[in-house]
């Protein structure tokens, strides 16, 4: 009942088993768990651009200090020291055939690694560890190396082994098309098109339920795109 400021409330409360009770507290730790769970992920190519973590290069030492020991590596393999492409000087006359040549598969994909690795020590430094890692392309071998699979110096000298490999391999005209479509789709609209007019055409890639990655010569990737009628939703 009720009466004057202060307020009386029956409950029947319901009987728990004790395996019920274990349940509710095992769903309580884990989702605690879960919550204090760090994870590090990784980017792949695509990414790039001069002066990347300039100011974390500038000002931060752990940052710094990791940079160079992957130039370390990295110089003795690339036409142009890493340093060097990735904080020119600073006029823009620099900055702008740096910004070519870093877009360069046989550089980009080394200067990614360096940079990302060194982003994860930095963060490390600090306290902040990783209980899971990811990546996507280049990222997978960032992941791995920080995840001890391989030694940082494996790590550089296999994607850039991997990087030259890929920029010299000779260009035919070939194209890949990201596009926000499921497998199926792109492949009922592959077969719409027809197999005279999509021989090189295949997909390349599954990156996510509608994430799907197609290659081939440019021509013939264009007219399965137009068949998709995808418009601006594809990116060559």
Do not use: W
Not at 46 to 55: L, T
Not at 79 to 91: A, D, E
Not at 124 to 138: A, E, F, L, W, Y
Request: aromatic fraction near 6%; glycine fraction near 8%.
């Amino acid at each position: 009942g009720f009466g004057g400021a202060n307020a009386h409330i029956l409950v029947e409360a319901k009987a728990l088993s004790a395996a019920q009770i274990d349940e509710m507290l095992n769903k309580d730790k884990a989702s605690a768990a879960l919550q204090n769970k760090i994870g590090f992920m990784f980017t792949g190519q695509g990414s790039q651009y001069v002066e990347m973590g300039r100011k974390l290069y500038d000002n931060e030492e752990v940052f710094r200090s990791c940079i160079d020991q992957c130039a370390t590596v990295l110089d003795p393999l690339l036409p142009v020291p890493l340093t060097g492409i990735l904080y020119p000087k600073t006029n823009d006359q620099d900055k702008t055939k740096m910004q070519e040549m870093i877009d360069q598969t046989r550089f980009s994909q080394p200067l990614i690694f360096a940079v990302e690795y060194s982003l994860a020590e930095l963060l490390r430094s600090r306290g902040v560890t990783p209980d899971v890692v990811m990546g996507h392309s280049i990222g997978e071998y960032v992941a791995a190396t920080i995840a001890g699979v391989m030694s940082l110096e494996d790590g550089l000298k296999l994607i850039a082994e991997r990087a030259r490999i890929m920029d010299d391999a000779p260009q035919n005209d070939g194209v890949m098309a990201a596009c926000r479509l499921s497998e199926e789709e792109v492949l009922k609209g592959i077969a719409s098109v027809g197999e005279d007019e999509t021989r090189t055409v295949s997909v390349a890639a599954v990156n996510g339920p509608k994430s799907v990655v197609v290659s081939g010569k440019r021509g013939e990737v264009e007219a399965v795109m137009k068949a998709l009628k995808v418009g601006g939703r594809y990116k060559l």
